[in-house]
């Protein structure tokens, strides 16, 4: 089983940045066998994926949403995924999780093609 636990979460101004991290462990696990992503899911809404990462990671997939304000990296040697989050709005206050998928990569968004989860970071915005 793959565990994952997110940090980095809090509280900030519009326009403000943050770092969400993402450390990944298991029996046997190997991380480079694993695509990765981050969701957010807002207070009454579905969870909705932001950003999506090859195993390699040299290929990436964004929401339209966040293009151009979010990054998703990660590092292979330390089984670790990042999110930095740039200009942040009102709109981008939400949970967020860390999800990873074995197996064949799509970079898809769809927290269906995922198997494992974090417990979630909340980041709040104010404006």
């Known amino acids: 089983r793959v565990q994952l636990v997110e940090s980095g979460g809090g509280s900030v101004q519009a326009g403000g940045s943050l770092r969400l991290s993402c450390a990944t462990s298991?029996?046997?696990?190997?991380?480079?066998?694993?695509?990765m992503a981050w969701f957010r899911q807002a207070p009454g809404k579905e969870r909705e994926g932001v950003a999506a990462?090859?195993?390699?990671?040299?290929?990436?997939n964004y929401a339209d949403s966040v293009k151009g304000r979010f990054t998703i990296s990660r590092d292979n040697a330390e089984n670790t995924l990042d999110l930095r989050i740039h200009s942040l709005k009102p709109d981008d206050t939400a949970i967020y999780y860390c999800?990873?998928?074995?197996?064949?990569?799509?970079?898809?968004?769809?927290?269906?093609?995922?198997?494992?989860w974090g417990q979630g970071t909340q980041v709040t915005v104010s404006s």
């Open positions: 999800a990873a998928r074995r197996g064949p990569c799509a970079l898809g968004l769809n927290p269906n093609e995922y198997d494992y």
């Open positions: 298991g029996y046997g696990y190997t991380y480079t066998n694993y695509c």
């Open positions: 990462i090859s195993p390699s990671g040299g290929s990436t």
